[in-house]
């Protein structure tokens, strides 16, 4: 068999690959293109699964849950007759503040997002919920989920170079954690607190970056007090990481010649996920390491996918319940159960969900599935049986993004 030339859609990198297929279009043996540009040939364990991805237990009609828990199969035509129906019942008497998005299409699968927008404009809802030298892994799993180029052999020579120090901040002892110079334990949920008893330490001991902090940033006045306040051996106690090597990690970062950061999903779905991005953005402004090289920096093309959110002063959208501001015109995860699961008269009553899956993916999936459950309409669009399908009123089968033409705005 001649092997097709792809890529892979399984995370964001969507490294290049070889692709042998049969006469009914199964996938035979796929191998990295070592043609490609970025990847070379480079390929991780997901993507020589890509078979699973392709021919699991797939979707193939629309279904609609039945009094008793169980689904039945129904047609297109009803299907979509009957949301339609509910949609436009509940957009009229509650208004479009009522409905809201989830998700908007997985990896490689972008052109969601912009589907996702009709929808919402015709539910006439704003409300789209959706989760962007030292070196330092935060939440994150890139020997196993790989997320950045070349992922293992970019961390194993991390790991080997004595000139680097490779920190890793996670809950368990994940195959990177193992390969790490330190390795930080912190409790289930507790990373606001590390990441702040990380930096009271730098700022009660006057380890901060003064010049850059001067040239490059504003508002830091109004931050110091409070983590001058940080009580560091306090949250050292609630993290469950020792303070000795809390203060040795701080210094560290502030000695460094250069500092990067690596944060994902891990921290960024998960409780306390705004301040955690915050707290873990300060680490690397207040050290003065941010926009040079061996440091975080932003993508020449930086721009909101979405757009700029207004602040709630010049009129921008806020939640209907929590008054939670939008950022990036997206509104986080967590909150999704408070706008639900609630008696407030604006309260969220229907939800779509398209190729995302709150009850395994946000944070409290026991809040996510109530909430979900207490929905007057909730669908899920998925090419398989997720657990927020099971928890929906409707699911809708698709087609995955190697049966479709589409678009990734990725690299």
């Known amino acids: 068999m001649t092997p097709s030339t792809t890529a892979c859609i399984l995370c964001s990198q969507n490294c290049g690959i070889l692709v042998e297929q049969d006469e009914q279009g199964k996938f035979g043996k796929i191998i990295g293109d070592p043609e490609h540009p970025v990847s070379e040939g480079y390929l991780c364990q997901k993507a020589t699964r890509l078979n699973y991805y392709q021919e699991q237990e797939r979707l193939t009609s629309p279904l609609r849950k039945k009094a008793d828990g169980s689904f039945e199969e129904i047609s297109w035509d009803i299907a979509i007759q009957e949301i ?53 892994f935060l939440g994150t799993n890139p020997v196993q989920s790989h997320g950045i180029p070349k992922a293992r052999p970019t961390v194993n020579e991390i790991a080997r170079n004595p000139e680097k120090t490779l920190v890793v901040i996670d809950v368990r002892r994940t195959e990177t954690a193992k390969k790490a110079d330190i390795f930080l334990q912190v409790k289930l949920g507790k990373d606001a607190y590390l990441l702040a008893a990380i930096l009271g330490h730098i700022v009660q001991n006057g380890l901060e970056d003064q010049e850059f902090k001067a040239k490059h940033t504003v508002g830091f006045d109004q931050i110091k007090p409070h983590l001058m306040q940080v009580p560091i051996a306090e949250y050292a106690a609630v993290c469950g990481v020792d303070e000795a090597a809390i203060v040795a990690v701080a210094k560290g970062i502030a000695a460094a010649k250069t500092f990067a950061l690596r944060s994902d999903l891990g921290i960024e779905q ?19 390491n941010f926009g040079k ?35 990036g015109k997206l509104f986080p995860p967590n909150i999704l159960p408070l706008e639900i699961n609630t008696d407030h008269p604006k309260r969220l009553r229907a939800l779509i969900v398209d190729s995302a899956n709150p009850v395994a993916n946000y944070a409290d999936a026991k809040a996510q599935r109530a909430a979900i459950e207490q929905l007057e309409l909730s669908v899920v669009v998925d090419v398989a049986m997720t657990e927020t399908a099971r928890a929906a009123q409707y699911v809708l089968p698709a087609r995955n993004q190697f049966e479709k033409i589409e678009a990734t705005f990725f690299n």
């Open 270 to 288: 998960s409780h306390n996920s705004t301040l955690n991005a915050y707290l873990a953005r300060l680490l690397f402004l207040v050290t003065g």
């Open 293 to 327: 090289e061996g440091t975080n920096c932003l993508h020449t093309m930086f721009f909101p996918l979405v757009g700029h959110s207004k602040s709630p002063e010049e009129g921008g959208i806020i939640t209907q319940v929590t008054g939670m501001r939008g950022i």
């Open 84 to 136: 339609a129906q509910k949609l436009v019942h509940i957009r009229n008497t509650h208004g479009g503040t009522s409905i809201a998005f989830a998700g908007g299409g997985g990896q490689g699968n972008h052109l969601g997002g912009v589907y996702g927008a009709m929808l919402r404009l015709a539910c006439e809802t704003p409300y789209v919920y959706t989760a962007l030298a030292h070196v330092y």
